[in-house]
């Protein structure tokens, strides 16, 4: 396991510095990504000032969901932006290398890219998150401060799972399918507001084939003290966030069946 | 003229056989289009005020703008771009056309073919399961169409300004970001503009931005009659206008200073 940690930071100091050869576009990638993701949440509070609340939640409420989303996305985006990448691998017979080497190939694509302008989102939604926190009135114990980190990682998780998944598509298919964002960006747009605006369908699959209602809203309802509202048994509120990283186990069992399935391109 | 038809079908053509991209593209707009009826049918549920627009024309306004999304998302024109990587647009200079109005026709085939590939089937699918209405009357449809053109017109030339600037900076990486999420908002994209606050109107109004989607699907919902209509789409043609002459001081500018390295 040590050795597996000293050899991730390896990978990710060579894509680092990698990054950092281009420092000004660095610079303006992360910057586009934080104004970017700036407008997205200046249209929100636009749309607040104009309608005043959204059903029973109000701006922070929102605000509080938006952060958790955008945190977890960014993080994803981060440490599994390889299996983006991981159709090129494919085409053009690269994974092949990463066959002969004595490490699973889920950590050698997970490692291949990391991509650091996403810091312009994390920041974004840990501003937004931080903000709504600290001035929305909620009334946060312990156990609340310790609710936010864990929904953040499982859906960092779940997102890292969504990323694999699509990875795997490409062991059977490599056309890029740009089907797969709608669950992935379409995920991220539509947990920007509580799941309960939306109809039955859109609900069930969001909660059921892709859980993020588990580690956004339902922890979220948890968060504004208002759990009747999630139409859930409380305790469930507390344990929804890890069903974001049993969806990462599970996309990782599927990659394992992907790589036996794999017949190389040749040549 | 006969030069820049054969460019404008060309690229036409080569656009059309990515038709199994533009379907996919489709449906995965329908999806977003349906995230975002929702939310704001919540909003509406939430306030029993009353906007400067109704639920019914904000959900035409939606359907409108994920259809004509890519009007909107105008990057440089990845063949100039290519060109200027290389060196090759070097072989552009020969030519025996009027260079800006070359490039400005490739712009134009390049916003107008995918759009109207994929607007096509999700006029069609939103009017028929998800409540996007016909136009007002056929004065507003004809005048949307008008006002399309225009809008149409206006992003080329925006494309065109974009990709220009490219032979300075080469990346393009800045612009390319920068632009989209700026004329996303101030176009209506992402919020109909009509639901900003009073005092952001004046400068919304005067901005080129509205022109790429929010004039005409106003147009097209009555929210702005066809009698009406003559000025914003004046509006629409002026700043295209305004962006071609532009363009062309900008290219000429470049191409006193262009060094064309051989070998």
């Known amino acids: 396991m040590a050795r597996l940690v000293r050899l991730y930071m390896h990978y990710a100091g060579i894509s680092i510095r990698s990054q950092m050869q281009y420092r000004a576009s660095f610079a303006m990638a992360a910057a586009g990504h934080l104004v970017v993701t700036g407008f997205g949440f200046a249209a929100l509070a636009v749309l607040f000032r104009r309608f005043g609340s959204l059903v029973e939640w109000s701006l922070h409420g929102v605000a509080v969901l938006y952060g958790i989303t955008h945190v977890a996305f960014a993080l994803a985006e981060a440490f599994a932006r390889g299996f983006d990448v991981f159709p090129a691998m494919v085409r053009d017979g690269s994974f092949d290398r990463l066959l002969l080497r004595p490490l699973s190939t889920a950590f050698q694509v997970a490692a291949s890219e990391i991509q650091l302008m996403r810091i312009g989102r994390l920041t974004q939604g840990l501003a937004v998150l931080g903000w709504a926190l600290a001035t929305g009135g909620f009334s946060l114990g312990l156990a609340h401060w310790l609710l936010v980190p864990l929904a953040i990682l499982g859906g960092a998780c779940l ?9 795997v598509l490409s062991f059977w298919t490599i056309e890029t399918l740009e089907v797969v964002n709608t669950v992935t960006y379409g995920g991220v747009e539509a947990t920007q507001y509580p799941l309960s605006i939306y109809r039955p369908w859109f609900r069930h699959l969001f909660t059921f084939v892709v859980p993020l209602a588990c580690v956004n809203f339902l922890p979220g309802a948890a968060l504004m003290g208002m759990p009747e509202r999630a139409g859930a048994p409380e305790w469930c509120l507390w344990l929804a966030p890890f069903a974001g990283v049993l969806f990462l186990l599970a996309s990782l069992q599927v990659w394992r069946v992907g790589v036996r399935h794999y017949t190389s391109t040749g040549s | 003229m006969r030069p820049y038809i054969a460019v404008l079908s060309a690229n036409f053509r080569m656009m059309l056989q990515y038709r199994a991209a533009a379907f996919a593209g489709a449906v995965t707009q329908v999806f977003w289009g349906l995230i975002r009826v929702m939310v704001f049918e919540a909003f509406y549920r939430s306030s029993s005020l009353v906007h400067p627009m109704g639920l019914d024309e904000v959900v035409d306004y939606v359907w409108l703008g994920q259809a004509m999304l890519l009007l909107t998302t105008f990057g440089p024109d990845p063949h100039i771009r290519e060109m200027i990587r290389s060196g090759n647009v070097a072989y552009e200079l020969t030519r025996p056309t009027d260079l800006y109005g070359f490039w400005y026709v490739r712009c134009l085939a390049a916003r107008t073919a995918p759009v109207i590939l994929r607007a096509v089937p999700q006029l069609l ?44 900076t080469i990346s393009g990486e800045g612009a390319s970001r920068f632009l989209p999420a700026v004329s996303w908002l101030l176009s209506g994209n992402i919020i109909p503009l009509p639901l900003f606050p009073e005092w952001a109107q004046g400068v919304l109004n005067v901005l080129p931005f509205r022109g790429l989607a929010d004039t005409p699907f106003r147009i097209y919902m009555g929210h702005i009659g066809p009698g009406e209509a003559l000025l914003p789409i004046l509006h629409q043609v002026v700043w295209a206008a305004a962006f071609v002459l532009f363009g062309r001081w900008l290219l000429a500018r470049a191409m006193r200073r262009v060094v064309v390295q051989g070998g």
């Open chain 1, 159 to 167: 997102f890292s799972g969504l990323f694999v998944l699509s990875g």
């Open chain 2, 125 to 168: 699918i939103a009017g028929l399961f998800f409540g996007l209405r016909a136009p007002a009357s056929p004065a507003s449809g004809a005048a949307w169409i008008a006002s399309t053109l225009a809008a149409m017109l206006l992003s080329a030339a925006f494309g065109a300004v974009i990709s220009i600037t490219l032979l300075w």
